[in-house]
């Protein structure tokens, strides 16, 4: 009898530390993010009331909705090195999210690919959010060689 109520205990404590790891689902996710720093495809934003005008955000809404507010060049912000930023321009984009996992999301906007992809939540608190981009197989081992020869770690 004891041992069958420890197992009981002992699940269901499990299964409540399973699902506070779920951090896609959390509802901490669900509000306005405007990027703090990016390197190497790893996006720190910490959370605001509203976007700033000149400063990359997203926005988590319920049904799977997102607001972002990207740059509107046909740049990735982060692929060129020489971007001066008071040339960049932000327009408002309304795209989806889906749960891929308990810590993986995929983003898309239909009209600007900027942030398309898949990312991983590392860090999700009430003030910090962090998104580090999956790669194909492929691209992670151009991505590694390109790490190689420029001594640039991860």
Known sequence: MKKSICTCLLSLFALGFMKSQNK????????????????TYIYTYEKQDAFEKKRHGLRFQKNDKITGNLNSSPYKFDTEEDINPKKLKFDLYIGSWKKVSDTTLSI???????????FIISKLTEN????KKVFTADVEKKL??????KNIGD
């Open 24 to 39: 896609v689902s959390s509802p901490l996710l669900l509000q306005t993010w405007n990027l703090k720093n990016a390197d």
């Open 108 to 118: 898309l906007f239909p009209s600007n690919s900027s942030m398309n992809g898949t």
């Open 128 to 131: 910090e959010l962090k998104l």
């Open 144 to 149: 590694d060689s390109i790490r190689r020869t």
